[in-house]
C-alpha cells in the first residue's frame, strides 16, 4: 500500500468519456490497496473559454473577478470524477482549493502556496476514501477564492504531494514523458527514464513545456519526486528528481527548439555606464521579459545591444525604447522576428568539455549561421534564422548521440 498524489491534466478529464477513463484507472489503483489523492484541472480549453467571455465584457477584467470565474473550471471536473467514481462503487469526495485547505498570498491570478492544512484530507484518507482535489487553485486569508497562474493544477499537485508526505506523484498528462526532443521535430527523439529538476526547469525555459515551471522549482525546493505519464495508455513515464552522480556521465540530456523569440538590435547606444541600464529598465517598465543578450564591443563611443524577447512583446518593446532613445545616443531600434533558439540541456556540461565546439561545429558543416549565443552552467543556447532550426534540432541530436537509445 502506497499513499500516492495522481494529477490529471484538461485533457485526459476533457469529456465525460474520457472522466470515465480516469475514474477506472483510479479504481485499478485504490483496488491494489493505495491510498489516493487526485488533483483534476479544467476540461481542455475551459480556462481559456472563462476568460475570452470575461474579455468579451470588459477589457480589462479585474483580477479578483477573474479568479471567482476561473475556479468554476475545475470545480465542474472534480464533481464529474468523484462522481464518475461513486458510479462505479468506489468512495470518493470532491473538494474545491479552499475545502482542502490550500491557504496562499492575496495575489490574485498568481497566487503562491503558503500552507496546506490536510486534516480533512487526512481524515477522509484514514475512512478509505478517494479525495479528488481541484487544482489550481486556493484560498487567501481574507477567504477569496485565488489561483495560481496558468498550469497551476501541477502545483497543486506537487504541493500536496509534499504535505501529505506522499510515497509517489503522478503527473498524467497527454504526452509518455519527457523526450530527448519533440518528436514532431526530431523523429529519433526517445522519452527519457529519468532528468533532473534543473535540467526540466532548463528544457521547459527553452521552449519544450511539458508542466508548469513553478510547480517543477517547488518540487525541486521540497524535494518532491515525481512522475510524468501518459493517461491514455499505461507505459512508465519519466521520473523527475534530484540530480545524481551518474546523470553527469550523458554530456546533453535534451535538445530544445523555441520559435516565439524575437531579435531586437538598439544600435549606436553610446558607449558609456547607465546606457544598458537605461534600455533595460524601460523594457522591464514596459514588462517585457527580455531572454538572450549580446552586446558587441564598442568601437568609436557607440556599441550595439542585441537581445531576444518573446514575439509577443515586439510591439510593446519598441513603443518602450522609442521614447529613450535620445537619451543613449540616438541610435536606432530594429526587429528580426524570423529567428528561433536552439537550446541543448544537460548537466553533464558541469564536467565535459568541448561541448559548445561539437555543437557549433555540427551546426557550421550544415553552413547554418549562428546570430547569437548564451550559456549557462548546464545549457547553451544559439539563435539562428528559423528556417534552418528544425534541421538544426536534428543535428545537434545526433551530434550528442540522442538517437541511439
Ligand atoms: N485550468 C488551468 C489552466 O488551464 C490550470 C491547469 O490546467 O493546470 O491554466
Ligand atoms: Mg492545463
Partial sequence: MARIVQKYGGTSVGDVERIKKVAERIKASRDEGNELVVVVSARAGVTNELIARAKALSPNPSDRELDQLLVIGEQETIALTAIALQGVSVDAVSYTGAQAGIFTDKVHTKAKIKTINAKAIEKDLTAGRVVIVAGFQGINEEGQATTLGRGGSDLTAIALAA???????????????????????????????????????????????VMQSRS??????????????????????????????????????????????????????????????????????????????????GRQGVANLTFTVPRTDTQKAQRALQPILAEVGGGTVTIEETIAKLSVVGVGMKTHSGVAAQLFQSLADAGINIEMISTSEIKISVVLEQTRVDEAARLAHAAFNLDQA
Wanted: aromatic share 6%.
Fill in 216 to 297: 517543477v522549482e517547488f518540487a525541486k525546493k521540497y524535494g518532491v519526486v515525481f512522475e510524468v505519464r501518459s493517461s491514455f495508455n499505461h507505459n512508465p513515464g519519466t521520473i523527475v528528481k534530484e540530480e545524481v552522480e551518474y546523470m553527469e556521465r550523458v554530456v546533453v540530456r535534451g535538445v530544445a527548439v523555441d520559435k516565439d523569440q524575437a531579435k531586437v538590435v538598439v544600435s549606436n547606444i553610446l558607449d558609456k555606464p547607465g546606457s544598458a541600464a537605461r534600455v533595460f529598465r524601460a523594457l522591464s517598465d514596459a514588462n517585457v521579459v527580455v531572454d538572450m543578450i549580446v552586446q558587441n564591443v
Fill in 163 to 209: 504535505a501529505l508526505k506522499a510515497d509517489k506523484c503522478e503527473i498524467y498528462t497527454d504526452v509518455d514523458g519527457v523526450y530527448t526532443a519533440d518528436p514532431r521535430v526530431v523523429k529519433t527523439a526517445k522519452k527519457l527514464e529519468e532528468i533532473s529538476y534543473d535540467e526540466m526547469l532548463e528544457l521547459a525555459s527553452s521552449g519544450s513545456k
